[in-house]
């Protein structure tokens, strides 16, 4: 599996941007995905993560009324739509998927964001100023 992301950037605080995610090779053996970021001298945190076969979704208790993550099936496509961005929002934001029992989880809602998927891309930077 293989994860390419796309769309970060730099925007003021207040604004808004939107992160792709595409998955390819043995994507249709994935069973949920996330994202996860990592500023300077931090580790890495999970963002939101989704449960492909229902939509099922949960986020970090700083992003949520903030992020919004969704997938489109027909695209194969992940995303994550961030709206009232925070300076402190700013890091390196990565896509993540897995297929194992750890995406129960994800369906239950009792995800830690704990950064343990099996699949990762290389990152998009957000900076927020």
């Known amino acids: 599996v293989q994860l390419v992301e796309s769309g970060g950037g730099s925007v003021q605080a207040g604004g808004s941007l939107r992160l792709s995610c595409a998955p390819s090779g043995y994507a249709a053996s994935i069973v949920c995905m996330g994202w996860f970021r990592q500023a300077p001298g931090k580790e890495r945190e999970g963002v939101a993560a989704?449960?492909?076969?229902?939509?099922?979704?949960t986020y970090a208790d700083s992003v949520k009324g903030r992020f919004t993550v969704s997938q489109d099936n027909a695209k194969n496509t992940l995303y994550l739509q961030m709206d009232s961005l925070k300076p402190e929002d700013t890091a390196m934001y990565y896509c993540?998927?897995?297929?194992?029992?750890?995406?129960?989880?994800?369906?239950?809602?009792?995800?830690?964001?704990?950064?343990?998927?099996?699949?990762w891309g290389q990152g998009t930077q957000v900076t927020v100023s």
């Open positions: 993540a998927a897995d297929r194992s029992l750890k995406c129960a989880t994800v369906l239950r809602g009792t995800w830690s964001g704990r950064a343990d998927f099996g699949y």
């Open positions: 989704i449960y492909r076969g229902t939509g099922s979704t």
